[in-house]
């Protein structure tokens, strides 16, 4: 019933009669206690080993759980929940990685643990596994051979039973099929070509089922035929703004009624005015401690089904 989508042609004609799919209705965030740039796992980490203030990370992370709050108080997310962080973990805090929640048909949560690409990385998949536990939500994990990497690289269609997924650098094509069979969903690839953009959620940025922001620059030419197969609306971001200041790695989310909420992290003038343009209530906060280790604000929660 669910497969991956590699053809173009079939993806377009198809797609629209996917079935339905609620949004998150809220957040899990880390807190930054370890959080740190100990090794360079990404073209952002070569400057910055050992270069993070600690205490903006942390006054930057309160900015951004009371953003997420006034989403809460607007009723657009419905809760957030917080873990903390563990010592000698210092990436936890980029929690959209080693996790992914989904809801099964039965309307039932699951949630796929990563096999991240770096072995420092997959203790923290142990912690939510753990954490994960406790709540009473059931888990799956791939062999460990084949790499996935959560959020991160697996992001929601709005409103339908559909993942796009990013891969070439840290997840595999070969996780598709297991991801599409595990949560009950369709699965449409994209390959990923620039190291700069080594996870999906650095160069595509859902806006709602119509609208997306991308950078060119990250995909080879038959994922932007998929991007424009499935969206009215295809905004591009400058390379520059993409690569400084994380613009895609901005979170959009909608309210019952529609309403589109943007948290961006600063700096970003061209994604701004397009979210402006599409009727977006844009806050902003600065994330420059975060981008030091190649993250920002859509690394920093996983979403979540509670009701």
């Given at each position: 019933?669910?497969?991956?989508?590699?053809?173009v042609n079939e993806?377009?004609?198809?797609?629209?009669?996917?079935?339905?799919?609620?949004?998150?209705?809220?957040?899990?965030?880390?807190?930054?206690?370890?959080?740190?740039?100990?090794?360079?796992?990404?073209?952002?980490?070569?400057?910055?080993?050992?270069?993070?203030?600690?205490?903006?990370?942390?006054?930057?992370?309160?900015?951004?759980?009371?953003?997420?709050?006034?989403?809460?108080?607007?009723?657009?997310?419905?809760?957030?929940?917080?873990?903390?962080?563990?010592?000698?973990?210092?990436?936890?805090?980029?929690?959209?990685?080693?996790?992914?929640?989904?809801?099964?048909?039965?309307?039932?949560?699951?949630?796929?643990?990563?096999?991240?690409?770096?072995?420092?990385?997959?203790?923290?998949?142990?912690?939510?596994?753990?954490?994960?536990?406790?709540?009473?939500?059931?888990?799956?994990?791939?062999?460990?051979?084949?790499?996935?990497?959560?959020?991160?690289?697996?992001?929601?269609?709005?409103?339908?039973?559909?993942?796009?997924?990013?891969?070439?650098?840290?997840?595999?094509?070969?996780?598709?099929?297991?991801?599409?069979?595990?949560?009950?969903?369709?699965?449409?690839?994209?390959?990923?070509?620039?190291?700069?953009?080594?996870?999906?959620?650095?160069?595509?940025?859902?806006?709602?089922a119509e609208n997306?922001?991308?950078?060119?620059?990250?995909?080879?030419?038959?994922?932007?035929?998929?991007?424009?197969?499935?969206?009215?609306?295809?905004?591009?971001?400058?390379?520059?703004?993409?690569?400084?200041?994380?613009?895609?790695?901005?979170?959009?989310?909608?309210?019952?009624?529609?309403?589109?909420?943007?948290?961006?992290?600063?700096?970003?003038?061209?994604?701004?005015?397009?979210?402006?343009?599409?009727?977006?209530?844009?806050?902003?906060?600065?994330?420059?401690?975060?981008?030091?280790?190649?993250?920002?604000?859509?690394?920093?929660?996983?979403?979540?089904?509670?009701?």
């Open positions: 019933m669910y497969k991956v989508w590699i053809d993806l377009r004609d198809s797609f629209f009669g996917w079935s339905k799919m609620p949004e998150p209705t809220g957040l899990l965030m880390v807190t930054p206690k370890y959080f740190d740039v100990v090794d360079v796992k990404n073209p952002y980490m070569l400057e910055n080993v050992g270069n993070v203030e600690a205490d903006l990370a942390e006054l930057q992370w309160n900015h951004l759980q009371a953003a997420f709050m006034e989403l809460k108080e607007a009723e657009v997310i419905h809760h957030i929940e917080t873990l903390e962080g563990e010592d000698d973990l210092e990436d936890m805090v980029f929690c959209a990685n080693p996790v992914f929640e989904w809801l099964l048909e039965d309307h039932q949560p699951v949630v796929l643990l990563s096999n991240m690409r770096h072995e420092r990385r997959q203790g923290e998949v142990e912690a939510f596994k753990q954490y994960f536990a406790v709540q009473g939500i059931k888990t799956r994990q791939l062999p460990e051979e084949i790499k996935v990497e959560g959020n991160g690289d697996l992001i929601p269609h709005p409103g339908i039973r559909a993942v796009w997924m990013g891969y070439g650098f840290r997840t595999d094509l070969q996780a598709a099929e297991w991801v599409a069979n595990t949560i009950e969903a369709h699965v449409i690839p994209l390959k990923l070509i620039s190291h700069d953009f080594y996870h999906l959620d650095t160069c595509f940025c859902v806006i709602d997306v922001a991308i950078c060119t620059e990250a995909f080879d030419e038959e994922s932007i035929r998929k991007i424009m197969a499935v969206f009215t609306h295809v905004h591009e971001v400058p390379l520059k703004e993409a690569k400084e200041h994380f613009a895609l790695n901005s979170l959009i989310m909608r309210s019952p009624s529609g309403q589109k909420y943007g948290i961006l992290p600063t700096g970003n003038e061209t994604l701004k005015e397009i979210l402006t343009d599409l009727d977006t209530t844009v806050i902003e906060v600065d994330t420059s401690e975060y981008i030091k280790s190649g993250g920002s604000v859509y690394c920093m929660k996983a979403f979540t089904y509670r009701k």
